[in-house]
């Protein structure tokens, strides 16, 4: 099984700065089959990014995936309110498909 | 819209057997394949199971292999997990998840029914 480790985990930052989010993975993940969901309180996770670098339907290009291999980010460019959140990778290249434990991006 | 809509959640003693449903709407169920994913409240998120638009590729969690159970009625546009010998570590809400492109992208979620397993 592919263990996924998150940093940090938790992000206090300011609207307008930047975020990076790193998911490192406890081996090689197949042809970058890595996915990044969005959770708020209350809510389900929203599918954020996919195949490591594909932005899903509606998210804004401050998002942007990037990485191969065991090694892989989430950047937000310029934080807006509504991007504070827990963020959660996800690697789909092997059985069983696994998450990260999260990392929280609260507002500072 | 598309839209699933979880049920059958509840307090169960350990032991115990639950159904849960997840009823499809906006898009025609038999076309996705579909996946249980489960949340401890607080915590992270596990995968539980997949199956195919055709049932024929069915995949489990080692953590719940041999006790739940997925299944689809295309024709009800609806979805189901049955578990049994219910453990403590089961409590969880259950998300009816629909893939986006290929199995284990979870593209859309519902809103999550919770099980609680507790004498």
């Known amino acids: 099984e592919i263990v996924l480790t998150q940093s940090p985990g938790t992000l206090s930052l300011s609207p307008g700065e930047r975020a990076t989010l790193s998911c490192r993975a406890s081996?090689?993940?197949?042809?970058?089959?890595l996915v990044w969901y969005q959770q708020k309180p209350g809510q389900a996770p929203r599918l954020v990014i996919y195949?490591?670098?594909s932005r899903a339907t509606g998210i804004p290009d401050r998002f942007s995936g990037s990485g191969s291999g065991t090694d892989f980010t989430l950047t937000i460019s310029r934080l807006e309110p509504e991007d504070f959140a827990v963020y959660y990778c996800?690697?789909?290249?092997?059985?069983?498909?696994?998450f990260g434990q999260g990392t929280k991006v609260e507002i500072k | 819209e598309v839209q699933l809509v979880e049920s059958g959640g509840g307090l169960v003693q350990p032991g115990g057997s639950l159904r849960l449903s997840c009823a499809a709407s906006g898009f025609t169920l038999s076309s996705s394949s579909m996946n249980w994913v489960r949340q401890v409240p607080g915590k992270g998120l596990e995968w539980v199971s997949y199956?195919?638009?055709?049932?024929?590729?069915?995949n489990y969690a080692d953590s719940v292999k041999g006790r739940f159970t997925i299944s689809r009625d295309n024709a009800k546009n609806s979805l189901y997990l049955q578990m049994n010998s219910l453990r403590a570590e089961d409590t969880a809400v259950y998300y009816c998840?629909?893939?986006?492109?290929?199995?284990?992208?979870?593209?859309?979620w519902g809103q999550g029914t919770l099980v609680t397993v507790s004498s």
């Open positions: 195949g490591a670098s």
């Open positions: 998840v629909r893939d986006f492109l290929r199995g284990g992208i979870f593209g859309v």
């Open positions: 996800q690697q789909y290249g092997s059985s069983p498909w696994t």
């Open positions: 081996q090689s993940v197949s042809s970058s089959y």
């Open positions: 199956i195919s638009s055709s049932s024929i590729s069915i």
